[in-house]
Each structure stands twice: as C-alpha cells, then as structure tokens.
C-alpha cells in the first residue's frame, strides 16, 4: 500500500503510542558505522533530499482527530524542514570508543517530537582512525525491525556511487484536515466498521465450515494468551522502574559461525542467537549472586508477518511470541535444543494467532474508539508480568552496502525499552556478519557492557560442541539478498 496523506494507523501502530511514557519511549533505530572520511554537510544533505520523496512518511506527522475519537492519521507536514532530521555531531577529541559509547547513549535518550515527522538522522564524526556513524532514529509507530533497515535505502547504495545527486524532487504537501473533516471521518469510519462487520457475517453464512475454523484458532490462539498471563514472567534485577537516560553498547559476530552451530547441532540461526543471548544473561545473573538453577526467562520476540510485495512499507508488520531464555540450563547444547524445541512448539501453537486476534479486534474499533482496548492491550503487549526483556532479531542485507562511496562496515540495531525493562537487545544480521545491541537504562543497569562481553563466550562454548560442522546455505535470517535490493534501489532510483 502506498504511503498517502490521512492514512490511519492500524491498532498495532498506535500500541505505540499509546504504551510510551516519560522514561519510556518507543524509538527504534540503529547504529551505522562506515568506513572512510565523512561526506560534507552538502553532499550528505543533497543526498537524502533526492530521495526523500521515495517515502512520503517521512515528510508525514500525527494529527489526532477531535475528542481522539480513533487512531491518528498521518499527514503531510507543512513546516518539514530537512535540517531538523539530520544533523551532525564531532566527538571531541581525540575521538575514544568510549566517549563515542557515551554519545550514543545522549543520542539515544531523548524522545521523538511528535509535532514533526518521528525520525531523525545524526552523523557523527572525530574519530581517532578513519571512519564515521550514523545514528538513525524513528518511532516504532511508523517503522518495525524490516521496514527500518528498508528506510536504508534513503542512505545506500548497492554499488558505490561517490557523487550525489543533485535534483530534488517537487513536493507540495496536501492541505490538513479541519476540525470538521475530521469528525466526518470518524463518523464514516464508524460506518466503514458497521460495513465491514455485515460483510464478515455475510461471508460466515456463505462459508460456515471455515468461520468455525477461523473462530477457533483464534478462541485457542486467546486462551494461549491468557494462560501466559497467569504464567508471570521471573523476576530478575533487570526488570524495575527506569529513569530516562540511556546506554548503548554492541557486539559483532560472523554469521558464518552461527551457521557452523545450528548445522552441527540443530535448529535455526534464530534459535542459535536466542541461545547465546540465553548464556550471556546466565553469567550475568551468576556475577549478581543470581539463583540460575532451573531459572528460564522470557522475552519478547517479535515476528515479522511482512511479505516480500510489502517491502519498502512502512508501519508495523508484527505478532509477537513469549520465547524463552532457558538461563537456568548449564550445558550449552541442551540450553540451545531447549530453545530450539520451545521456538518450534510456538510456531506451531495458536499463540501468534490469538495476539494476531487481539490485534484485529482492535482495529474494529480504530475508527472511533480505541481507548477501549487499545491502552490495556498495549499495557498488557509490554508488561513484566509476561516478558523479561525484548529480544529482537531481523534479517539486513547480505551484501555490502555503500553511502556516498563510503562503505557501510556493521550494523547494531536499537531496540526499545518499555516500563520496567532496564534492557533489550536487538539483533541484525549484515553482509556475512550478525550485529547485536544492547540498550539500557544506566541508572538500573549500570553494567550493561558487562552483558555485551558475555556474549562472546557464549558464542565460543556452543562453537566448542560444533567443531566438525561447516557452515550451510540455509539460514533463516540471511541469504543473498542482492537481487531484491538491486531492484529496490533501481525502482526507487527511477521513481
């Protein structure tokens, strides 16, 4: 679907919305680092104003209807001003990593203004050796994990073009709705609804047998759910009130290992990284005097649902699963088939169709009044009642990419941290490498970095029981994705 004036947010969307508080924002993003000397102020600039165009959303803000009798739409920003979305940044020198840490983190800590389009682009450069960062920003209102690395392709190329295009091209933002307008919209979204509940009774007469069957999954799907919450999640230290300050920290791995393990021991490349992610949070929890036996931890683990035609869309194409973190298991063998039995057993369970069923109920009431559902929904969707922490993992590009010449060398994912979560880690797999980020509340988790470092043994020990294993060419979260973003880019380059 294209991205017009006075599209609505689905329900899913505005879960966003309406789950963000003071300490706990809903930014997503990523940390980008490139090799070279940083393009100049007017390179980079002309750069994206070329390409701006190719995502109408990111000239788009929120405008709530009167009352907010409903979701808010998206609508042309008349005051849009490239200069307030990218901006650029010098470390002081002389440039150390670990001042470059702390920048990330002041980068990091602020909300998005909702009066203006929710992303926001800052390069950064002064780094002691030759390279710079980009740290991209948007709201998970507007962008899920896929559709944030396809807003990539406002930046990158997939060959290295050095010289940037020049030619903006016209835009004239539609004139906002008045006051009025909006409450017709609502009201003809009140009759959209009652048209489309006639139409879906409609439909259950003519085809009984698959109404029941759909009502069932979904009636099974819903007591999943609510068996979960009568289920809580541990307590863990991690897991308390948040202030507003953030930190970031990363790692980097070669994909090619975690094929090596999941070839040599089994399940798939996402269930390796849960794994590992499973055996930092161990040691971890073993530095704090933790109790870990038998101790298994829950994470949020969001699931694309987006096709390859809805590539290049915006908004949230997700279900969420309760996957878990089986830190209570020594082995790590056992710990990554523990995971990898969980992960099949939830695929093939009702549980993403009953959050799907939550969802879509929802959205039967956008038009007009979401506040029904939607704020305990959203409240329930991010609680420590069910999750520990998110851990989100989604598939880049595996082949190079390139900004104004200058080659993208890694990629670490921002996730988000809602009420009571001191930590998510996010995953991305890039060009042969996986990039994990971790994002914290310093003030309730001051040592995160801690967590990172444990990464890399967790990493080594299941590579240990791996050793005669040689990586496959299946894998579920990366494979030779040049030929879509050859043709993206090429679509998008010819408008």
Not at 258 to 266: C, D, E, M, T, V
Not at 313 to 330: F, I, S, Y
Not at 440 to 465: K, W
């Amino acid at each position: 679907m294209a991205q017009s004036h006075m599209d609505r947010l689905t329900s899913f969307d505005a879960s966003f919305l309406a789950n963000e508080r003071a300490n706990g924002h809903m930014a997503i993003g990523a940390l980008l680092m490139c090799a070279g000397s940083p393009p100049s102020d007017e390179d980079f600039l002309a750069h994206i104003r070329s390409r701006v165009h190719q995502l109408p959303r990111l000239r788009q803000r929120l405008l709530y209807p009167p009352l907010r009798l409903g979701t808010p739409f998206w609508v042309d920003h008349h005051d849009f001003d490239i200069h307030r979305h990218v901006r650029r940044i010098a470390l002081p020198a002389p440039g150390t990593e670990a001042r470059f840490r702390e920048l990330v983190g002041e980068l990091l800590a602020p909300a998005l203004d909702r009066s203006r389009p929710l992303w926001e682009l800052i390069l950064v450069e002064g780094f002691e050796d030759d390279r710079f960062a980009i740290v991209y920003k948007t709201h998970h209102a507007m962008a899920d994990g896929i559709s944030a690395v396809d807003i990539g392709m406002l930046l990158f190329d997939v060959e290295p073009r050095s010289e940037p295009a020049r030619d903006e091209a016209p835009w004239s933002p539609a004139k906002a709705p008045s006051r009025l307008a909006l409450l017709r919209r609502a009201g003809s979204g009140v009759a959209a609804t009652i048209a489309r509940l006639g139409r879906w009774l409609r439909r259950a007469i003519r085809q009984p047998q698959q109404a029941r069957r759909r009502a069932a999954d979904g009636l099974a799907g819903l007591w999943e759910v609510t068996w979960n919450l009568a289920r809580p999640a541990p307590e863990v230290p991690f897991n308390t009130e948040i202030g507003a300050a953030r930190s970031f920290c990363w790692a980097n791995f070669d994909l090619a290992e975690f094929k090596r393990i999941k070839n040599a021991l089994g399940g798939t490349v996402n269930d390796v990284s849960l794994a590992v992610v499973a055996g930092a949070l161990r040691r971890w929890l073993q530095d704090q005097d933790v109790p870990v036996d038998g101790l298994e931890l829950k994470a949020l683990v969001p699931v694309s649902i987006r096709t390859e035609d809805e590539h290049g869309e915006l908004g949230n194409k997700l279900t969420a699963m309760r996957g878990p973190l089986p830190v209570g298991v020594d082995d790590p063998v056992a710990r990554l088939r523990t995971v990898s039995a969980a992960m099949d057993g939830l695929k093939a369970s009702k549980q993403p169709l009953g959050a799907e069923a939550i969802w879509g109920l929802n959205d039967w009431f956008r038009d007009f009044a979401p506040p029904l559902l939607l704020g305990p929904t959203a409240a329930v969707n991010f609680s420590t009642r069910l999750f520990n922490l998110l851990v989100t993992n989604f598939p880049g590009p595996q082949v190079p990419f390139f900004v104004l010449g200058r080659e993208l060398t890694a990629i670490y994912p921002v996730g988000f941290l809602a009420r009571r979560h001191a930590l998510a880690i996010a995953i991305l797999s890039y060009n042969g490498q996986v990039g994990f980020g971790l994002l914290a509340d310093p003030g309730s988790l001051p040592d995160a970095e801690r967590i990172a470092a444990h990464l890399a043994p967790s990493v080594e020990e299941l590579l240990a029981a791996a050793p005669i294993a040689s990586p496959g060419d299946g894998n579920e979260l990366a494979g030779d994705d040049r030929p879509r973003f050859a043709r993206e880019r090429e679509r998008l380059d010819r408008g």
